[in-house]
């Protein structure tokens, strides 16, 4: 297992689309254990391969304590008219969070770790934390969910952090 180091903002990796994942072997469930340390010790409750400059399409999701969850080539089926506002943050940007509305539920296609292809449905915070990661899989830096002068603000405070840091 290695603990791979996580990219930060504005790595240009971060905002590049991640490619799909076709090969199940022993390379893939290593990355995915890999995520898993690396997304506990950061800590957060999700990472993508994208955050660790590797370009596939893998999520790790843990929302309960030591039920992590796999997603690989996540996307999108539908998506509810309702929507919810929530707290989001990321690991390569530590420190910084804020609102960003999304849709309260959706239902979302992916594969597990042997490669079957599943469906989910999913709200409160399981859809949000999808919704982020995908975005991120699909180059969305979730900080350009926000207005611009928001954006502006919370990239200040995080240049900051980091020379204070």
Same mark, same amino acid.
């Given at each position: 297992?290695?603990?791979?180091?996580?990219? /930060?903002?504005? #790595?240009?990796?971060?905002?590049?689309?991640?490619?799909?994942?076709? #090969?199940?072997? @022993?390379? /893939?469930?290593?990355?995915?254990?890999?995520?898993?340390?690396?997304?506990?010790?950061?800590?957060?409750? =999700?990472? /993508?391969?994208?955050? $660790?400059? $590797?370009?596939?399409?893998? $999520? $790790?999701?843990?929302?309960?304590? =030591?039920?992590?969850?796999?997603?690989?080539?996540?996307?999108?089926?539908?998506?509810? =008219?309702?929507?919810?506002?929530?707290?989001?943050?990321?690991?390569?940007?530590?420190?910084?969070?804020?609102?960003? @509305?999304?849709?309260?539920?959706?239902?979302?296609?992916?594969?597990?770790?042997?490669?079957?292809?599943?469906?989910?449905?999913?709200? =409160?915070?399981?859809? /949000?934390?999808?919704?982020? @990661?995908?975005?991120?899989?699909?180059?969305?830096?979730?900080?350009?969910?926000?207005?611009?002068?928001?954006?502006?603000?919370?990239?200040?405070?995080?240049?900051?952090?980091?020379?204070?840091?």
């Amino acid at each position: 297992m290695a603990i791979r180091p996580i990219l /930060t903002f504005p #790595d240009p990796a971060l905002r590049r689309p991640a490619d799909r994942i076709a #090969d199940f072997g @022993e390379a /893939t469930q290593e990355l995915a254990q890999d995520l898993l340390a690396i997304m506990r010790a950061a800590p957060g409750i =999700g990472i /993508t391969a994208p955050h $660790v400059g $590797v370009p596939l399409r893998l $999520v $790790v999701i843990e929302i309960e304590s =030591g039920r992590p969850r796999f997603y690989i080539n996540p996307e999108i089926e539908w998506s509810s =008219g309702d929507l919810a506002r929530r707290e989001e943050a990321s690991v390569s940007m530590p420190g910084i969070s804020d609102e960003i @509305e999304r849709p309260a539920t959706i239902r979302a296609r992916y594969q597990d770790l042997a490669g079957n292809m599943l469906s989910e449905e999913a709200s =409160g915070l399981l859809a /949000t934390c999808l919704q982020h @990661e995908i975005d991120q899989l699909d180059g969305m830096f979730w900080i350009f969910r926000l207005s611009r002068l928001k954006r502006e603000r919370l990239v200040k405070r995080f240049e900051k952090l980091q020379r204070l840091g």
